[in-house]
């Protein structure tokens, strides 16, 4: 069973930053945090990941709580293409699996 | 990045064909390749873990005679659906990781559909 909480879905402006939420209360120490999304009909596209220090790439930020019991995701200036399923999983280290929740689905909206 | 690439993308066979999909990595050599299935507007489940050299292990419920898995080397991982039936149609996709802590890496799926 996945090991977050999302909200189902969500609605951003295009141009506007767009924070998608997470909780993983039960996260252990070892754990990371990813962040994948989901365009329909593609395989899952990776974004960022974290231990405890907020992170940023070129496509997004994750900023992650002192007691690392939740997370946000934050695409600073959200276009259409950003429409999606995102998905905030938290995995051990090693080759374990990514275990999949039901995610947030983003529109972008014109 | 790395890449990963699933081949084919769409197949559509009729009942009783067995149906052979690959995963390859093309830039790094994969350690361990999982493969996923996703139904209609649900998540992707996990069907098996798949490490070079060794037999894959399965979810529960996933019958290992019915998805046979082969991951010969660090850059190939095979799926065989075998005998596939209606049930079976799916979006099935792979990914594929070389280092513990590293990002899993996806292929863009298969649509298998079973007529």
């Known amino acids: 069973d996945a090991k977050t909480t999302q909200p189902t879905s969500m609605d951003c402006a295009e141009g506007r930053a767009a924070n998608l939420p997470c909780n993983h209360s039960t996260i252990s120490g070892n754990e990371y945090v990813y962040w994948y999304r989901q365009i329909h009909s593609q395989g899952p596209q990776y974004i960022i990941h974290?231990?405890?220090n907020n992170e940023t790439n070129e496509m997004a930020s994750l900023i992650i709580t002192e007691d690392r019991k939740s997370s946000t995701l934050i695409l600073p200036h959200a276009t259409l293409r950003d429409t999606a399923v995102y998905y905030c999983?938290?995995?051990?280290?090693?080759?374990?699996?990514?275990?999949f929740g039901k995610g947030t689905r983003l529109s972008v909206i014109a | 990045g790395a890449v990963v690439s699933q081949h084919p993308s769409r197949v559509i066979c009729k009942s009783g064909t067995s149906v052979k999909i690959e995963c390859r990595s093309l830039?790094?050599?994969?350690?361990?390749m999982f493969w996923y299935r996703q139904f209609p507007k649900q998540s992707l489940m996990l069907m098996a873990t798949?490490?070079?050299?060794?037999?894959?292990?399965?979810e529960q419920g996933v019958e290992k005679d019915k998805f046979l898995i082969n991951h010969a080397s660090l850059t190939l991982s095979t799926l065989t659906v075998t005998s596939a039936h209606p049930e079976d149609s799916s979006f099935y996709i792979c990914?594929?990781?070389?280092?513990?802590?590293?990002?899993?890496?996806f292929g863009d799926g298969t649509r298998l559909s079973i007529l």
């Open positions: 990914s594929a990781t070389f280092a513990g802590n590293q990002p899993q890496h």
């Open positions: 798949s490490n070079e050299g060794s037999k894959a292990t399965y």
């Open positions: 974290g231990l405890k």
């Open positions: 999983i938290v995995r051990a280290p090693g080759n374990t699996p990514l275990v």
């Open positions: 830039d790094f050599q994969a350690t361990t």
